[in-house]
């Protein structure tokens, strides 16, 4: 068809399916992870109907997330020199820190422990010193916990501080070999007053099933649109081309008078 900005009408179309694809693609990965929740929900909801295991039973091999959330019971002594302060932390809007030590077991191993979550007061710094841990042997039920990972200066402690508990880093610190994750007291005996325990997180979907359909909602708003565009300019231009067959009678009995 003459007149038709066919090399235009390509490049919207290229550029729409690119777009599509995207708009796909984000969809699809907001799916992916919906599904993954879904799953890490099921495991911890798995892990606290399970009854408490023993330390051996878990901490024998690399913790991952299907590791998570699980409770053992562990005892051993607290290494109070070599505490560490984890900054930035929150629970449920509350901004503060946590505690981490070293526990010492009877068979000579190393476990990192969280001895829990103490919001920060209003005004108030970040703590230089953490408060000393129950004296003597201790004994624990917690939470296993996995690797925090980030950056180096995130998981490396400097001036008795850390952002992100990390075994293997804060083992280098140490210069000892530490069993890899760590443990989030739940209970302890004798008691270790003044925290909260790091509990579970809430059992929730989020909003990735609400963006999934969002961004499949795109996708058909770009298909529809190029649909429009595309009819719109034919119905312009055979309204243009009806125009200028009209016009051509007047021209021509212009000229014969």
Do not use: C
């Not at 981490?100 to 230089?128: I, K, M, N, S």
């Not at 997180?201 to 963006?211: A, I, K, M, R, V």
């Not at 996708?219 to 309204?239: E, H, P, Q, S």
């Amino acid at each position: 068809m003459k007149g038709i900005p066919w090399t235009r009408w390509l490049l919207l179309t290229l550029f729409v399916v690119a777009l599509a694809i995207t708009f796909v693609n984000l969809g699809r990965w907001q799916l992916d992870r919906l599904e993954q929740r879904r799953d890490r929900n099921a495991v911890v909801v798995e892990h606290e109907n399970a009854p408490v295991a023993e330390f051996d039973a878990i901490y024998t091999r690399e913790i991952t997330e299907a590791d998570q959330w699980q409770r053992v019971r562990l005892s051993g002594t607290y290494d109070a020199a070599h505490q560490l302060v984890v900054r930035y932390r929150s629970i449920e809007g509350a901004t503060g820190w946590e505690i981490v030590a070293p526990l010492d077991l009877a068979d000579g191993r190393t476990v990192l422990v969280d001895r829990g979550f103490v919001e920060r007061p209003r005004d108030q710094d970040f703590p230089t010193v953490a408060p000393p841990p129950p004296a003597g042997e201790v004994t624990l039920v917690g939470y296993v916990r996995r690797n925090e990972q980030g950056r180096d200066s995130a998981v490396t402690p400097d001036s008795g501080a850390v952002m992100l508990i990390n075994s293997d880093a804060i083992g280098a610190w140490l210069g000892r070999d530490v069993v890899n994750g760590y443990v989030g007291v739940v209970e302890s005996e004798p008691a270790d007053p003044g925290f909260t325990v790091v509990e579970p997180p809430p059992l929730t979907e989020g909003s990735h099933l609400s963006y999934a359909l969002q961004w499949f909602a795109f996708t058909a708003i770009a298909g529809v649109g190029f649909v429009l565009l595309i009819r719109n300019d034919l119905r312009d231009r055979k309204k243009m081309a009806a125009r200028a067959a009209a016009s051509v009678p007047a021209s021509v009995s212009k000229e014969e008078d």
